[in-house]
């Protein structure tokens, strides 16, 4: 399965939109590509709303790029109202470490507060 990983600035907020399954494959493309932006922001919004399926090597991915914002003293929320990927994030514990919304008005509201 192809991976589109695809980003704009929305008022000096990146929306990175992940297309696709993410897993052993696709991380390190879906890495590399946010990586080249939390170099340049701390101040993400990561939307899954198009993620088919996501294993362990995905969520890992994304504790390290939580773990690089947070270095920077940023913030990152993740878009997700797929119930798949909400039930993995429930299931592992990591709604916890993320702040997960439903939509991007609500990711935009939260990082503007």
Do not use: C, H, R, W
């Amino acid at each position: 399965m192809d991976i589109q990983v695809l980003s704009k600035n929305i008022d000096g907020i990146y929306l990175i939109e992940i297309e696709g399954e993410v897993d052993t494959y696709t991380s390190s493309k879906i890495k590399q590509e946010i990586l080249k932006i939390v170099d340049q922001t701390s101040t993400i919004i990561i939307s899954m709303e198009k993620v088919k399926f996501i294993d362990s090597t995905g969520l890992g991915i994304l504790i390290g790029i939580i773990k690089k914002v947070k270095e920077k003293e940023g913030e990152m929320v993740i878009i997700s109202p797929n119930s798949y990927i909400n039930q993995i994030f429930e299931i592992t514990g990591l709604f916890k470490v993320f702040k997960i919304v439903d939509n991007l008005q609500n990711a935009i509201d939260y990082l503007k507060k």
